[in-house]
């Protein structure tokens, strides 16, 4: 850390594994060490001890870099390009170049929407999701089997971060693994298949959403149409089979859906 | 071999570009173009010394706003990156850190080059103003005329801005390599005067030590020559006075000078790239 500071420990034993076309959660307060273990893997820094593999290659290596896109918490772009320049930065960098590098930059900022004008303006006068959504371009242009994105929707308003949300999920169908970290747990909720959970550079749990989430001592039944009478005499039925209701009533909407069913059409795209 | 050009070339572009689209330096290039104009208004000399006062301002000019824009491009290359953070979105792709490094030498040398390239033009074209007026002022006189001429347009300046881009790619070398060890922008302007400064007034100081007879302790001989070997002799560079002052300099001792830059160059360069190797990010 610098002279007669001493040394902070920021990940400790971590040990975890992330499935080819998997979306791999990395949960945990700030400072928990998920964006030290993102920067590990990508080789900005080194480890006292460990290892880790991507696709097979070292951590690190060039080879091991050419397999991941990565999307930095914050949008530290260099904002005197405009998106396209971006793309094409990043995809020159990645070794691409010529008509192939073209026709790649057009299709991403497409995908991203910021194709047309868009992409023309300088980077400095994007908002905070469409700077994002920039980079998410630009981790994809090097067409990697991995994609890591740190906090991709931190700073990002319900509409702009449901946006990333369905890119993750596109980007999954396509075969792409993604890991990512956030603190809309929600969200995480949402796309995640797997996720670990960091405490102080240390593992706290690791598994499948499904399997960490499920309560399986409980059961839940969603009716519609059901007449009030019906619905007491389903609730004594319950008791009397010796069943505890735990929750019952009108099932509420979730506010991000609400916000932005409440949207103009337009606003939501 | 072409990825890795690629990728050097598209960190060079990039520097380059920004380097352009900053707005000091597009002022302080019009500030030493103003400087090299506005030194055509002296006009209380005889051709020859209008002629010698003309070089002197417009090469001092392309040195100090080189200089600058050398000392405050550098050391923005790897510091600015790393404190805006945009060093993580390039570093995470598959860029080697020499080829990083590299490229932003690059780039920054490219943008030196062209400020050094327009600023000599406008030393020319002043020059070549300045003979035309004199032309007229002395009539017909063919004499008089070659004269002026061969004041005005005197090939050897050609060697004069090979030397002055040459030392100016020295100092940014330099600042390139205090750039990949420092953490602030301020350490390294303050490290690259530092070095250019004991550049300059080593080989006085080595002379000043042989006459007063101290060298004869090896512990000064030694300390000595690691400086001399540490530290680039910026007085080579002073050959650019002579050139303006109208002596001969041959095109082999300004070639010298271009390889013993080049060769500092490479050595600052190649430290840098391990300096950085190691470096977390």
């Not at chain 1, 070292?58 to 091991?64: E, F, K, V």
Request: glycine share 10%; hydrophobic share 50%; aromatic share 8%.
């Amino acid at each position: 850390m610098g002279w007669f500071r001493g040394r902070v420990l920021a990940l400790e034993g971590l040990e975890m594994e992330v499935q080819k076309g998997e979306v791999f959660g990395l949960l945990g307060p700030n400072g928990s060490g998920k964006s030290t273990a993102m920067k590990m893997i990508l080789g900005l820094l080194r480890p006292t001890s460990g290892s880790a593999e991507v696709c097979g290659f070292r951590a690190g290596t060039i080879s091991a870099r050419r397999q991941i896109g990565f999307l930095p918490e914050n949008p530290y772009f260099p904002v005197f390009l405009s998106g396209a320049e971006l793309v094409r930065y990043y995809g020159r960098l990645s070794g691409l170049g010529g008509a192939g590098l073209e026709k790649r930059v057009k299709e991403l900022l497409e995908l991203v929407r910021l194709g047309g004008e868009a992409g023309k303006r300088p980077l400095r006068t994007y908002s905070k999701g469409m700077l994002q959504r920039a980079g998410l371009a630009g981790a994809l242009v090097g067409d990697p089997e991995i994609l890591m994105l740190d906090e991709p929707t931190a700073g990002v308003d319900p509409a702009g971060s449901r946006e990333i949300r369905d890119l993750i999920l596109e980007l999954k169908a396509r075969g792409k693994t993604v890991i990512f970290s956030s603190h809309l747990l929600e969200q995480v909720e949402d796309v995640a298949d797997r996720v670990i959970i960091l405490h102080r550079g240390k593992k706290l749990r690791e598994g499948r959403l499904e399997d960490l989430l499920t309560r399986k001592n409980e059961w839940e039944v969603k009716v519609q149409g059901l007449p009030e009478g019906d619905r007491q005499e389903l609730l004594v039925w319950l008791k009397k089979k010796g069943g505890q209701v735990v929750r019952e009533g009108a099932p509420r909407e979730k506010l991000e859906d609400y916000f932005l069913r409440s949207l103009p059409e337009e606003t939501r795209r | 071999m072409i990825g890795c050009l690629r990728r050097i070339s598209a960190v060079a572009g990039n520097t380059f570009l920004e380097a352009v689209r900053q707005k000091v330096f597009a002022v302080l290039l019009v500030f030493a173009l103003v400087l090299i104009g506005g030194a055509n208004y002296f006009t209380e000399f005889s051709f020859q010394e209008q002629f010698k006062f003309l070089k002197d301002l417009g090469y001092a000019a392309i040195s100090l706003t080189g200089l600058l824009v050398g000392l405050l491009g550098a050391a923005q290359l790897i510091p600015g990156e790393i404190e805006k953070r945009t060093i993580l979105t390039a570093l995470c792709r598959p860029l080697r850190r020499w080829e990083f490094v590299v490229g932003k030498y690059f780039g920054l040398t490219a943008y030196l080059a062209l400020m050094v390239v327009v600023m000599a033009l406008a030393v020319w074209g002043v020059l070549g103003w300045k003979e035309g007026q004199f032309l007229r002022a002395e009539g017909l006189d063919p004499e008089a005329a070659a004269a002026i001429r061969a004041e005005a347009m005197d090939p050897r300046l050609l060697q004069a801005v090979l030397l002055v881009g040459a030392k100016l790619a020295v100092v940014a070398a330099l600042a390139v390599f205090f750039s990949t060890i420092a953490t602030s922008t301020t350490f390294v302007m303050a490290m690259t005067l530092l070095v250019y400064l004991i550049g300059h007034l080593q080989s006085v100081a080595r002379e000043q030590w042989l006459e007063a007879g101290e060298v004869s302790r090896w512990t000064v001989r030694i300390f000595l020559a690691v400086v001399a070997l540490l530290v680039p002799d910026f007085n080579l560079y002073n050959l650019i006075d002579e050139i303006v002052a109208g002596n001969v300099v041959v095109w082999r001792t300004t070639l010298e000078v271009v390889g013993y830059s080049g060769v500092y160059i490479g050595v600052l360069l190649a430290a840098a790239a391990c300096m950085f190797e190691g470096r977390d990010i």
